[in-house]
């Protein structure tokens, strides 16, 4: 199966390159953050996506911007169909001929705000409330109106892990892939690794995702951008490459995937190609105030100095 990823998008902020679908993909992979709005991101994805290949999408914090959450999640999964694509959220599908096809696990995640320690997790929340636009555009509630706050985040990400912790669990003759707006710590480039908006954008999850040794290390390739990882779980004995993404293939030659000794888990991760100055977690437009000038202010608040 060939796969062609995107995410961040973000096609009603600043105008998009031109994409090209490959002509040997099979699977669309969209993680979030196409457009404000589900339909708007169905029909944005459409406008250079051929209505034959399947589109495998997961809602981004940008889809829900002046929106309600359970409201916009009921009119996506309703219109999803229609432009043949499948919206994931706690959910899975299967892909795909063979045995068992691709299985897709998918959700937004969200965060639990513990990459700084379940100590400064209040400390995180707080600054999220504040520094986020996610906290100030987006409804939780219309009948009683309430506004969407840290804590329904993390409720949704012990929702969303407790299911891609259970579907993964359960046996599966194919590969599983999980597709997930929101990262693994792992992700995270190291000059954002101290900022405290980040655990607002990342959450540890090495004990679901379990990654190869090397991963996310000094032997993995080197991480300019802010990715979306995908874990691939292989059947024992399939080749690794067998689900290399197309896009990467091509774009990116000196992409290889990593898999355990065994041959059964490898990772692959889109990268963005990237301005000068790079675009991290949140992206300016998504704060509510004006980025730090250090990188490193965070440290001096988790210390307590």
């Not at 060939?2 to 105008?15: E, G, K, M, Y």
């Not at 513990?114 to 400390?123: E, L, M």
Request: glycine share 8%; charged share 20%.
């Amino acid at each position: 199966m060939r796969i062609q990823i995107f995410s961040d998008l973000h096609t009603d902020v600043a105008p998009t390159k031109p994409i090209k679908i490959g002509a040997d993909v099979d699977v669309i992979v969209a993680a979030g953050d196409t457009a404000e709005g589900a339909r708007n991101a169905f029909e944005a994805l459409r406008r250079f996506v051929p209505a034959r290949v399947p589109i495998v999408m997961v809602m981004g914090n940008h889809e829900f911007y002046r929106r309600t959450v359970p409201d916009e999640l009921a009119i996506a999964r309703e219109a999803a169909p229609s432009f043949n694509v499948h919206l994931l959220e706690n959910e899975a599908v299967t892909i795909g001929g063979g045995i068992g096809g691709v299985r897709f696990a998918g959700c937004t995640l969200w965060t639990d705000y513990q990459v700084f320690g379940a100590a400064n997790a209040a400390a995180a929340m707080n600054a999220a409330r504040s520094g986020l636009n996610d906290h100030r555009l987006i409804n939780w509630s219309k009948q009683p109106w309430l506004r969407f706050r840290p804590e329904e985040a993390l409720l949704l990400h012990t929702r969303s892990k407790a299911f891609l912790t259970a579907i993964m669990a359960r046996p599966f003759d194919g590969p599983s892939v999980i597709v997930a707006h929101h990262g693994h710590w792992r992700s995270v480039p190291p000059q954002y690794q101290t900022d405290i908006l980040t655990a607002a954008f990342a959450s540890d999850l090495t004990a679901l995702f379990d990654p190869p040794r090397g991963v996310g290390g000094a032997s993995a390739r080197p991480v300019r951008a802010w990715p979306h990882p995908l874990l691939v779980r292989l059947p024992r004995g399939a080749n690794p490459g067998a689900l290399q993404p197309a896009w990467l293939r091509r774009r990116e030659p000196g992409f290889q995937p990593v898999a355990d000794r065994r041959g059964r888990r490898m990772t692959i991760t889109k990268l963005r190609k990237m301005p000068r100055t790079p675009r991290h977690s949140p992206p300016v437009h998504e704060r509510s105030r004006p980025p730090p000038a250090l990188a490193g202010h965070a440290g001096h608040l988790l210390s307590g100095q």
